[in-house]
C-alpha cells in the first residue's frame, strides 16, 4: 500500500519568515495530495490540496509544489504569523473521494 | 448544516469493555472512513466504506468492526478493549463530486484502562 513519510517532526520560524514542509510518497499511482492543519484538540481542516496534473498551487501565504517524478510535495508557507502555529499533515490518495495516507505530521510553532 | 456528527466526545473503558463510536453525515457523501490518532503517528485508516452496503479494512483494522447502517451513518465497535486502544478517534466523509477532500468530525477522545 501507500507510504508517506513527512519531516521535519517539528519546526520552528521566527514570525515573518517562511516555513517549509516535506512529503515524499510511494505509490506511483497517487494523484492528490492534501495538506491538513490541526490545532491543538481540534479536528484537522483542509488548507490546500493538488492534484497530479498540477506542478503548484497558491492560495495567499500558502502554496503547494508537486514533483511526480521524484514523487515528493511540499507545503510552503510566507510570512508566517503565531495563528499559523499547529501540527501539518500531508497526505496522498488515488483521488479525493478515496482513502487518504497520511504523514506524521509536523509540528509548527511561529515564534513571536 | 451539521456536516458530520460524532459520539462521544470523550469515553474512558476498562480492559475488555465494548463500545460503539457513531458517526453521522448530512452531506450525502458516498464514502465514511475511521481513522485512529496517536502521538508522532498522524493519522491511520481503521475501516472505511466507499459507498452504502461495503466496508473494507485499512491499515490497522485488528480490534475493530464497522457497520455502514445507511448512507448516513458508519459506526466502529470495540469488543474487547485494550490499552493500545487509547488514542482519538476521527471519522470522516467524502465524495468525489465535492472539492477539497474529506470532511473530519470531532473526533472521540477514548482512553481505555
Known amino acids: 500500500g501507500e507510504n508517506v513519510e513527512q519531516h521535519p517532526s517539528t519546526l520552528s520560524v521566527q514570525e515573518g519568515d517562511s516555513a517549509v514542509i516535506k512529503c515524499t510518497y510511494s505509490d506511483s499511482a497517487s494523484n492528490y495530495f492534501p495538506w491538513y492543519k490541526q490545532e491543538l484538540g481540534k479536528r484537522p481542516q483542509l488548507i490546500i490540496d493538488?492534484?497530479?496534473?498540477?506542478g503548484e498551487k497558491k492560495d495567499q501565504r500558502i502554496a503547494v509544489t508537486l514533483n511526480k517524478t521524484a514523487k515528493h510535495f511540499s507545503l510552503h508557507i510566507t510570512e508566517t504569523q503565531p495563528e499559523d502555529s499547529a501540527v501539518y499533515f500531508c497526505?496522498?490518495?488515488?483521488?479525493?473521494?478515496?482513502?487518504?495516507?497520511f504523514g506524521s505530521g509536523t509540528q509548527l510553532t511561529v515564534l513571536p | 448544516n451539521a456536516g458530520v456528527t460524532q459520539t462521544p466526545k470523550f469515553q474512558v473503558l476498562k480492559t475488555g469493555q465494548s463500545m460503539t463510536l457513531q458517526c453521522a453525515q448530512d452531506m450525502n457523501h458516498n464514502s465514511m472512513y475511521w481513522y485512529r490518532q496517536d502521538p508522532g503517528m498522524g493519522l491511520r485508516l481503521i475501516y472505511y466504506s466507499a459507498s452504502e452496503g461495503t466496508t473494507d479494512k485499512g491499515e490497522v483494522p485488528n480490534g475493530y468492526n464497522v457497520s455502514r447502517l445507511n448512507k448516513r451513518e458508519f459506526s466502529l465497535r470495540l469488543e474487547s478493549a485494550a490499552p493500545s486502544q487509547t488514542s482519538v478517534y476521527f471519522c470522516a466523509s467524502s465524495d468525489s463530486g465535492t472539492p477539497g477532500g474529506y470532511t473530519f468530525g470531532s473526533g472521540t477522545r477514548l482512553t481505555v484502562v
Open positions: 497526505a496522498a490518495s488515488k483521488g479525493s473521494a478515496r482513502q487518504l495516507t
Open positions: 493538488i492534484r497530479s496534473n498540477v
